[in-house]
């Protein structure tokens, strides 16, 4: 019995290029509204943060001043940057990031049904600047962060989405 092959009409072919851009355009608009959100919402720059820790283990991300902690977020790794290399390894794969949390990053392949793009199906993968930008836009807006986060380590930057403010 020889199996019959779906084709693709030009019309789904523009129907799903509508959707994508659609989703695409709403997860940019997200993504501009809470760019500033660290500063403009909870006031970072006048809080006089002196430094910073984060525990990936746990998701959380801390601003500090004189050694104490101003201010709190449940933070959520989504991918790190290595750009020298055009390269990204989500945080689902990397194990900078704690097995409960690392586990719940797999939630960010849901992102295939509504983009059709084979980048959040795999580990890792080469990107370009312009890319990276639109990924985290795309993954902000699926978790509803409150705000994002480039946290620089060795060899790039971990992207982080602030999710909940816990102090």
Partial sequence: MAEEQKTITEEQKQQSLAKFEEYI????????????ALFEEYHLK???????????SKGVLTFKKDGQAVLSFSAQPLFFWNEAEGSILWSWADGRVG???SEEMLRLKELYA??????????????SAETVMGL??????????????PLELDGGTM??????KLS
């Fill in 25 to 36: 355009g709403r997860a940019a608009s997200y993504y501009n509204q809470r760019a500033a």
């Fill in 159 to 164: 992207f982080l989405a602030l999710t909940k």
């Fill in 46 to 56: 006048e809080l006089g943060v002196q430094s910073i820790g984060c525990d990936l």
């Fill in 99 to 101: 097995g409960a949390l």
């Fill in 136 to 149: 985290i836009a795309l993954c902000m807006y699926h978790l509803g962060a409150l705000a994002m986060f």
């Fill in 114 to 127: 509504y983009t059709d793009w084979d980048i959040f199906l795999s580990d890792t993968a080469e990107t």
